[in-house]
């Protein structure tokens, strides 16, 4: 079912989301519109299971009926040519990698349905919740909270993996990553999961989500293993400065799919001082690898 989806909402971007927030015109010919008040949607976790519940929801795609009716950035007001009873659909909406050209119902979290009345020139106020699906695998997570890391230093690292506790650079529980370093003589910090994964190919859907802050910019990718040899894939996507902490789903899917020989995969970071910046500082928490 997420595959399927997927691909059939990477077809319905170029008509939905370039219309922004709406690819619904009213005619007021047509009749008067019942009204659909959406503000925010609320994703809730299993955190053992799942992790985090902090999210980057910033869309809501709507269906009547199983009829697309638009795709509207939050708070929304959705104008619906309908009266009577009927089945709504609200799927939350991220930003792909960080970029608003790039907006999808994301892919690993279950639509919030609701069979109910339309009202002519009413509004309907719906407060959506959303779960990841039930088949979502979590191959990966990390919130630094244990003692141990999992991820370890590459061999072209010249500083090493932190942790800060108890600060106000701690997004959420006792404790946060951090990757730093001091300008000269550190130039180039690099870490990967210790773990090796073996994700879905095929166009499958696998994604990144993490929480972070950072003053300088940082990359994200992977490395495909095959045959005893590991081969570092250029990166996926270089994450821009953020003074305050903010959240992003990074598709990997492609990555993954290029190589159909490959055993397993790792992920890592790097950071590389940008111009000007002494002592770069990445934060990051709530780190997901999913599929």
Known sequence: MKVNYFNAWFLLLGSCILALPSCEVINPDEGIPSYIQIDTITLTTDYAAEG???????????????????????????????????????NAGIKMNGISATRIPYPFYQPYEITTDLVPDSILTLQPVVHYYATTTFAWKEDFESPGYTLELTNVSDTILNRVTGTADVFEGNVSGLFAMRNPPQFLFECKTINEYALPKGGTPVFLELNYKCNNTF?????????????????????????????IYVNLTNEVSLFPNAINYNVYFGVIPDDGIPEPKVYVDNIKLIY
Do not use: C, M
């Open 52 to 90: 985090t519940d902090s999210h980057k929801i910033t869309d809501a795609w709507v269906y009547v009926d199983d009829e697309l009716v638009g795709a509207y950035e939050l708070p929304a007001t959705v104008p619906v040519l309908k009266s009577g009873s009927h089945k709504i659909t609200v």
């Open 219 to 247: 990359r994200i990718g992977i490395f495909e293993n095959e045959g005893g040899v590991s081969t570092q894939v250029p990166q996926t996507i270089q994450i821009n400065k953020s003074e305050n902490w903010n959240k």
